[in-house]
């Protein structure tokens, strides 16, 4: 397979708001256990949005943006042995650790202090190609396209937090707080559980809270025109839900709901707060004894899940892929997931290349 010395990326070239350009840089050269990937689709995530408006405090410049993303292999170093050119994968994050550490030493690798991820340190996927490591590659099912694989790195950061973190069973009531894509996936992953879920959200995601019911959802909450309250204790007999999954960052929204917990009740903080301090609701969680519990990102242990999920057919691609774009066309789709009115956009790197449009 031919593969060409220059690339189109979309690259954040410095520090601040904006400094984002489609450019073109060389295709990275391929040794040892690394894997050239020829990028299919890249997911915006709130990182990169973060990232194009200077709030992102990790990123290094230049940088290549994009984190969730699937493709097929096109060359590997001389020392992979378990996946090939032609093979269709995605890839987790993790471009490399220290190694060394008792959190490598465990595979945790989303807590190593010295962790390079793709797309916040390492070159990442808004590209032709993006350079990944074996390790982190992980081989499709042939029922999973491309676009659901897009969708891998988002729905392995909720089962890390919904399997791995705080563990749920279909005897549960699941509060989800925030229906957006982390809201959405989580929705999809407890109600193929078999778990009675209640998603919240304001007057402005009703169309996410519509999707939120068509997914399954038992209860969906504007909580600017309805008691959330009420709502929640009428529907577990004025006990309150067992489970918490907060995806919205949102400190009011996570005061409103920490005494909708049953108490002893577990709250799972999944959703990124814009500030490293806030005003919590402290003594709910020491009068009700409240597990609150945090999650960061994703290790290997969710990833064989998520695509298990995919393949399964538990999580639903055209409810929640709602706009592509193609690669020339990054400002119109950053600007669209900006809106707010989009649920999950993504970027077509390849268009053109048949052997990706087989499978999108």
């Not at 031919?2 to 073109?24: F, H, R």
């Not at 690394?34 to 990169?48: E, F, N, R, S």
């Not at 960052?249 to 002893?264: E, F, Q, S």
């Not at 669209?336 to 499978?359: R, W, Y």
Request: aromatic share 6%.
């Amino acid at each position: 397979m031919d593969i060409p010395t220059k690339m189109k990326a979309v690259v954040k070239s410095e520090a601040g708001y904006d400094n984002m350009s489609l450019q073109e840089i060389p295709v990275p050269e391929v040794k040892g256990k690394q894997v050239l990937m020829k990028v299919a689709y890249t997911g915006i995530c709130g990182t990169d949005i973060h990232t194009f408006k200077g709030e992102y405090a990790n990123a290094v410049t230049p940088l290549v943006l994009g984190h969730e993303f699937s493709g097929k292999v096109v060359a590997v170093g001389d020392e992979v042995t378990k996946v090939k050119p032609g093979d269709r994968v995605t890839s987790e994050t993790t471009f490399d650790t220290c190694g060394e550490c008792v959190y490598c030493k465990n595979k945790e690798y989303n807590l190593c202090e010295n962790r390079s991820g793709i797309g916040t340190k390492a070159n990442g996927s808004m590209a032709n190609y993006v350079l990944t490591r074996e390790e982190s590659v992980h081989v499709l099912p042939d029922n999973v396209s491309y676009k659901l694989a897009a969708m891998s790195e988002p729905l392995a950061s909720c089962v890390h937090a919904m399997y791995q973190k705080t563990p749920f069973t279909l005897h549960d009531t699941v509060l989800i707080i925030g229906p957006g894509p982390m809201g959405l996936l989580s929705l999809q992953i407890a109600k193929e559980i078999g778990a009675f879920t209640i998603v919240s959200g304001i007057t402005k995601d009703s169309d996410r809270l519509e999707i939120a019911k068509e997914l399954g959802a038992d209860i969906v909450v504007d909580t600017q025109k309805e008691d959330l309250a009420k709502i929640v204790m009428e529907a577990t007999n004025g006990v309150g839900v067992t489970k918490v999954y907060d995806c919205s960052g949102a400190t009011p929204a996570v005061n409103a709901a920490l005494p909708l917990l049953k108490k002893g009740g577990t709250f799972q903080q999944v959703g990124l707060f814009a500030k490293p301090l806030n005003e919590l609701d402290e003594r709910t969680i020491i009068q009700h004894e409240i597990t609150y519990v945090g999650s960061r990102s994703q290790n290997p242990y969710d990833w064989p899940i998520a695509i298990h999920l995919e393949a399964k057919g538990a999580i639903n691609e055209d409810k929640m892929v709602t706009k592509v774009f193609d690669l020339d066309h990054w400002r119109e789709a950053f600007e669209a997931m900006m809106a707010g009115k989009e649920l999950k956009v993504l970027i077509a790197s390849n268009p053109d290349d048949e052997t990706l449009n087989q499978h999108k």
